[in-house]
């Protein structure tokens, strides 16, 4: 059966997947979903005997069909090919009686990579077969991780660009570096005052005006999105659900068919979003528990079923989840709605106009069957990346230990517990130095790293090194009203 996405907010236009991930955001604002996810399950035993990427191409191929599994074959040896410092990609390792799964082994150091070396392939492949040969710049959003991850991502592939707005001053040291140091014929990188949801509240305008599309069609140019918005991006995070959980199955853990609960450090929600859709399409999850820092909109919001972003903005020291508009929300909306675009406008409305929506009590219940909830504000997540390293030997980051503190706070329910470690510690070499009690006043990035590797006899990354003697080349930070024109000024650049 041919698969078809459309919006969550009408089911009027149906586009194939290639087209979905070219255009990114659908027209009406909405998110692609498509009604056709879990009426085929994968088949554990199958899942259970593949490698990485034999368990990729299966995602892909069942989520994207539109591809032909040759293209599916070339995306996936490329994606997750020696740019990773690891064969299995994403490997589960033990942390106490719990289990730990390692995505920040990719090229920029965060979980971002397993999805942002994945979506400019699938975008240049559907560029050329599905595609009007258009440029395509991507516009991307990023609270840390994104941009870097999408501008390694997208760097010099042909006919795309790609340009990144980050919140200047509330990345780390390391994070800015990574941007603004990047390298490639087709990158744009600037700073903008405020913070994420205002940089990624602009970015949605800029997708919606109308005018500026057409100036851009123009010059054969459209925009379109990397953030976890975009199928593209989603899709493939899908994947190391089902992986991890057969390395548990290879490693004696739990037997083919017992149920896992995956807890998740939570910020746009596309994450924890995968292992939902991982789930429809027949893993055995148990809970998904979704872990927030002091931006705990979702914890609210599961606990009651009222979002409700009126609430101070808090910088943190897991900065990729200090987030109070969690845009993949939506599509979990659509289907605990049983398909209801017309009830998730309304909801998005509601958000969009007066800060707050509250789901029904079906969808709240509905809700709770499958996910759970905890925060960790800035206290508990050292306490906890320093208890983790004391007490078990493994070296978390900030984010990582969000959802540790989270998992420590709660029983276990008899089922095996997986940890989704989403960053590198030397990412946050800093904060995560402070919290096992070192006195970092003065010391810059790099003096964090270098004492980060001298207490605790573990190695950096390389690529986080090297950045040592990078050059900066982007040094731009503008305002929410300039991010238009730095756009345009870009295509203009880059398409030249
Ligand atoms: C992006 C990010 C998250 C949050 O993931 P979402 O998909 O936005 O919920 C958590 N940790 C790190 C390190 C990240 O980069």
Known sequence: MEMRYHSTRGNDVQVLSKEAILTGIAPDGGLFVSDQIGHTTLDLATVCANDYHANARLVLGTLLPDYTSEEITTCVDGAYGSQWDTQAITPTTKLGDDWLLELYHGPTCAFKDVALQMLPRLMS?????????????????????????????????????????????????????????????????????????????????????????????????????????????????????FDAYAQLVRAGAIGAGDSVDFCVPTGNFGDVLAGYYAKRLGLPVGKLIVASNANNVLTDFIATGTYDRRRPFHKTISP?????????????????????????????????????????????????????????????????????????????????????????????????????????????????????????????????????????????????????????????????????????????????
């Open 125 to 241: 492949v559907a560029r050329k077969t599905a595609g009007s040969g258009r440029n395509v710049m991507i516009l991307t959003a990023t609270s840390g991780d994104t941009g870097k991850a999408a501008l390694d991502g997208f760097a010099n592939v042909e006919g795309t660009g790609v340009t990144v707005f980050y919140p200047h001053g509330k990345v780390s040291d390391v994070q800015r570096l990574q941007m603004v140091t990047q390298q490639g014929n087709n990158v744009a990188v600037c700073g903008i005052r405020g913070n994420f949801d205002d940089a990624q509240t602009q970015v949605k305008h800029i997708f919606a005006d109308e005018d500026l599309r057409a100036r851009l069609l123009d010059a054969n140019t459209v925009l379109s999105s990397a953030n976890s918005i975009n199928v593209g991006r989603l899709v493939p995070q899908v994947t190391y659900y």
């Open 320 to 496: 990729s989840m200090d987030i109070l508009v969690s845009s993949n929300l939506e599509r979990l909306l659509y289907y605990l709605s049983d398909g209801d675009c017309e009830l998730v406008a309304s909801y998005m409305a509601d958000l969009a106009n007066q800060g707050s929506y509250t789901i029904s009590n079906t969808m709240l219940e509905r809700l709770n069957a499958t996910f759970a909830c905890g925060f960790a504000d800035d206290d508990a997540t050292r306490a906890t990346i320093a208890s983790t390293w004391d007490g078990l030997g493994v070296l978390i980051d900030t984010h990582t230990a969000v959802a540790k503190a989270v998992l420590d706070d709660r029983a276990s329910e008899g089922r095996q517990r997986i940890c989704l470690s989403t960053a590198s510690p030397y990412k946050f070499s800093a904060d995560v130095l402070g919290a096992l009690g070192a006195d970092v006043t003065g010391l810059d990035g790099f003096a964090c790293m270098d004492e980060l590797e001298r207490r605790t006899g573990t190695a950096a990354p390389t690529p986080l090194g090297a950045l040592r003697s990078a050059k900066e080349l982007h040094p731009n930070v503008c305002d929410r009203d300039q991010m238009t024109a730095f756009v345009e000024d870009a295509c203009a650049r880059i398409f030249a």
